[in-house]
């Protein structure tokens, strides 16, 4: 850490559901936070919880030892690093920066080798665990790095990690095990929200079905997170059905590229691609049980009733 305060600061960038939990946690370690988000009311709340405002990337890291990056995709955490106002260029030498997208291993490679080359450094640490554990400081983190970066992010990754994996002394192996999970979860909810559609299907009591499969070997643990979305109808994100969109498109350009086939993940991608285009992209990615009802002519619970 720092040697130039007897405080650690710290910089968080992009306080959606998980930013704004690990921001917290960061606050609750005694880290001095600075943090922006496009979104200024989630800046203000940040700002009323103790934290300290700041108006771009290059603000929130003057002086940061580590610079811990929540955006949606590679592009987004370019920009934070290397755009107009990027964070790389406001950094302190021997800072890290902490890459929480989720993205293609071969772009975490590439951005890490042009930061590295500033005299900073790069940790590919993609995380798992929802808003609710990043609230409470007990995210999943699947990092990769030098030893250096992992030196320098650990007391901050202490405060927001419930586990911490260490896979790898180069960037990009991080990347690679979260696309692993990516791709997991993104088949688990299909095929969760395709079991609880066709048991509406045929009439049964869903809460009654959510109740046995949870107990059974069917279960999966986004069946037992997110169906209960659909047993009260409501479709307010938690995590986004356009999230799966791009985490599976990164899955089946990942396999292309390599000629591995990927077909139960390219059934899903396609799932999350029509519940999208029918206008439930920004809605939670349980929609997808809504698609599939759509389609049988089935009906799902409401939150209304």
């Not at 396999?255 to 993940?265: I, L, N, S």
């Not at 999208?276 to 619970?301: E, K, N």
């Amino acid at each position: 850490m720092s040697t130039h305060t007897s405080t650690p600061r710290a910089a968080v960038i992009g306080l959606g559901s998980m930013g704004a939990g690990m921001a917290g946690s960061l606050l609750r370690a005694g880290f001095s936070v600075a943090a922006c988000d496009v979104n200024a009311e989630a800046v203000a709340r940040f700002a009323a919880s103790g934290g300290q405002a700041a108006t771009s990337p290059a603000r929130a890291a003057e002086g940061a030892d580590v610079v811990v990056c929540v955006v949606v995709n590679a592009a987004q955490t370019e920009a934070v690093l290397f755009g107009p106002d990027g964070a790389a260029a406001t950094m302190r030498a021997g800072a890290v920066f902490v890459s929480s997208a989720t993205m293609d291993p071969a772009i975490a490679r590439r951005l890490a080798a042009r930061l590295e080359e500033t005299g900073r450094h790069y940790l590919d640490a993609p995380m798992s665990g929802g808003a609710a554990r990043a609230a409470t400081g007990e995210l999943t983190f699947l990092a990769s790095g030098t030893k250096a970066a992992f030196d320098a992010a650990r007391p901050a990754l202490e405060a927001m990690a419930g586990k911490l994996y260490e896979l790898g002394d180069a960037a990009g192996q991080g990347a690679a095990f979260k696309m692993i999970n990516q791709l997991l979860a993104g088949v688990h909810i299909a095929a969760a929200s395709e079991a609880m559609s066709f048991a509406a299907k045929q009439g049964l009591d869903l809460r009654k079905v959510y109740e046995v499969i949870t107990a059974s070997a069917g279960n999966s643990w986004m069946f037992e997170n997110r169906m209960p979305h659909v047993l009260e109808g409501d479709y307010s994100p938690k995590s986004a059905v356009d999230i799966f969109v791009k985490d599976l498109g990164i899955v089946q350009d990942m396999a292309r590229a390599e000629k591995y086939p990927v077909p139960v993940a390219a059934a899903a991608l396609q799932m999350f691609l029509m519940a999208s285009g029918s206008g439930m992209g920004g809605d939670d990615d349980a929609s997808v049980a809504r698609l599939y009802a759509q389609v049988a002519g089935v009906t799902l619970p409401s939150a209304n009733v």
